[in-house]
């Protein structure tokens, strides 16, 4: 079942792959330096890690029917607020804890604003997605924040079992929060608020709650995001960080055959949908493609792929492929008769 749901997104993937490397022969290489692995797939779990991240809580929030166009400016906030710590001197537990509690205030109030006052998603995180890079340059001072501390670099350029940190950390992110929501009616409760609020309400689900908490869920993923790109350049640039990853994650998120009317979802295929765009990232740069047709390829590329993945192509290529089968089968009848 899990793979059926998937096929679609493995398949899209499996094909971009052979893709890249008809054109990069190298593409799938892999080898070990100073016990690291390193190779264009391994930067491709690297690199992909911060829209991985936010990927995972956007789709929790779309599943409500919601959208949270706020999290590239959260990342932006929570890297400013870390690298503003490190500097200070504070050391890496409490900057770590400043970051984390700063994504889970900022999806705190765009909770309150969408369950409690009522505003729209699309609206409500709007405002903070305006606002926020204004919070970042206040916290930097307007000035790219650096600072050398080993231990904060570590969440960003540090390796474990010979894998970089950053991708542990969606990989564990995303294993973890796919469990919870299968492995406890938290993802039945998502889905029942995102299909119909006011009759999961009166189900006795307390939407309200469950709306806030999916909203931090989004801001927390995203500090963490904000988190990893700080420490891998040592230094918040409060104008660049996170700069138009929001699309990058709700098209994740759509290309993972998440609905934006929200229901059912998968955080799996999420994360395949942040490998498929990572993929073409660095599938582009490899080919060496001036830099003026990198946008322009990468939406031809998830045009093509979310034509190919449409439920409408997909009934009709059924429909056509039983026509065949039943011609197929009405001739043998006729020259057996």
């Not at 679609?8 to 993937?13: E, F, M, N, R, S």
């Not at 593409?27 to 991985?52: E, H, Q, T, W, Y």
């Not at 600072?147 to 940190?165: C, E, I, K, R, Y």
Request: with cysteine; hydrophobic share 60%.
């Amino acid at each position: 079942m899990l793979l059926k749901r998937i096929a679609p997104q493995l398949i899209a993937l499996a094909a971009l792959i052979l893709l890249v490397t008809l054109v990069y022969p190298g593409f799938l290489d892999i080898s070990i330096n100073d016990g690291r692995l390193v190779g264009p797939v391994i930067d491709v779990l690297k690199r992909g890690a911060p829209v991985a991240l936010l990927a995972v809580g956007m789709t929790l929030v779309i599943a409500t029917r919601g959208i949270d166009l706020s999290v590239g400016t959260t990342m932006a906030i929570c890297g400013a607020v870390a690298a503003w710590a490190i500097a200070a001197g504070w050391g890496l537990v409490p900057a770590l804890v400043l970051a984390l509690a700063a994504g889970a205030a900022a999806g705190l109030w765009n909770g309150l604003l969408v369950a409690v006052v009522g505003i729209q998603p699309f609206v409500a995180t709007l405002i903070l997605m305006t606002m926020g890079r204004g919070i970042a340059q206040l916290i930097t001072e307007g000035r790219i924040l650096t600072f050398n501390h080993p231990g904060f670099a570590f969440f960003g350029s540090g390796t474990v079992l010979g894998l970089p940190v950053p991708a542990w950390l969606w990989l564990l992110t995303g294993a973890g929060v796919a469990l919870l929501m299968r492995r406890s009616a938290l993802g039945m409760l998502i889905e029942a608020t995102g299909i119909n609020r006011r009759a999961s309400a009166l189900a006795g689900v307390n939407a309200t709650v469950l709306l806030i908490a999916v909203y931090v869920a989004s801001g927390l993923c995203a500090a963490l995001a904000g988190i990893v790109v700080t420490a891998d350049i040592r230094g918040a640039d409060a104008n660049n960080s996170g700069l138009w990853l929001e699309l990058d994650a709700i098209l994740a998120v759509v290309i993972g055959g998440n609905s934006l009317l929200g229901g059912r979802f998968s955080i799996l295929a999420a994360l395949l949908g942040a490998l498929i765009i990572q993929t073409i990232d660095t599938g582009i740069l490899l080919a060496g493609f001036p830099s003026e047709y990198n946008l322009v390829i990468k939406a031809a590329l998830v045009l093509v792929i979310l034509v190919l993945q449409s439920p409408r192509i997909a009934a009709e290529w059924r429909i056509w492929r039983e026509s065949q089968r039943a011609s197929r089968e009405a001739l043998a009848e006729r020259s057996r008769t």
